[in-house]
T-cell receptor
Framework: GAVVSQHPSRVICKSGTSVKIECRSL??????MFWYRQFPKQSLMLMAT?????????EQGVEKDKFLINHASLTLSTLTVTSAHPEDSSFYIC?????????????FGNGTRLTVT | DAKTTQPPSMDCAEGRAANLPCNHS???????VYWYRQIHSQGPQYIIH???NNETNEMASLIITEDRKSSTLILPHATLRDTAVYYC????????????FGKGTTLSVSS
């Protein structure tokens, strides 16, 4: 089945630094990738939609200058949390839609646990 | 996208069938029903999806009512590893948009 790989799985960083999270589709091309975050005991919240070769679309309330998204190829999207603060500590999850078939199920990475100290 | 309603929690004995209901009374004709589950501290896992016919795969069966206003996910022989949060999501196929997650149903399977 389709595999989405996220790296790193866990990261701890100091307040004020930046962290980059990678999302790769390993065995399919993905023109669109989605980024979510999940706080403890809550559901996944969509942050942004990432389209290959164009600017990402951010959900209301998500700061585009803080959460930089780059989707430079059909198999890789990155999320950079800039000037991280403790309140950015969360579980970040990406998903990707195979290029073929809008009804194809989205596939998810295993998430990145970010802790900002 | 149409909204879904699921019970917050359900219990199931190991080896028995787990039947997880979902109401989606405002579903439109071009919306599919998707089921995902999330085991603690992992990304969501795709289970099954359907439009109007019942579907079955190696993981589960999906029963959609004739009026499409509700559906049931069936795990035929639940195991302890099926303990997870199960999400029922309806999605407009034309949009190719993200999945929007509700609160889901926490299924607890016990021995």
């Amino acid at each position: 089945g389709a595999v989405v790989s996220q790296h790193p799985s866990r990261v701890i960083c100091k307040s004020g630094t930046s962290v980059k999270i990678e999302c790769r589709s390993l065995d399919f091309q993905a023109t669109t990738m989605f980024w979510y975050r999940q706080f403890p005991k809550q559901s996944l919240m969509l942050m942004a939609t990432s389209n290959e070769g164009s600017k990402a679309t951010y959900e209301q309330g998500v700061e585009k200058d803080k959460f930089l998204i780059n989707h430079a190829s059909l198999t890789l999207s990155t999320l950079t949390v800039t000037s991280a603060h403790p309140e950015d500590s969360s579980f970040y999850i990406c998903s990707a839609r195979p290029r073929t078939g809008v009804n194809s199920p989205l596939h998810f990475g295993n998430g990145t646990r970010l802790t900002v100290t | 996208d149409a909204k879904t309603t699921q019970p917050p929690s359900m219990d199931c004995a190991e080896g028995r069938a787990a039947n997880l209901p979902c109401n989606h009374s405002t579903i439109s004709g071009n919306e599919y029903v998707y089921w995902y589950r999330q085991i603690h501290s992992q990304g969501p896992q795709y289970i099954i999806h359907g439009l109007k016919n019942n579907e079955t795969n190696e993981m589960a069966s999906l029963i959609i009512t004739e009026d499409r206003k509700s559906s049931t996910l069936i795990l035929p022989h639940a195991t302890l590893r099926d303990t997870a949060v199960y999400y029922c999501i309806v999605r407009d196929y034309q949009a190719g948009t993200a999945l929007i997650f509700g609160k889901g149903t926490t299924l607890s399977v016990s021995s």
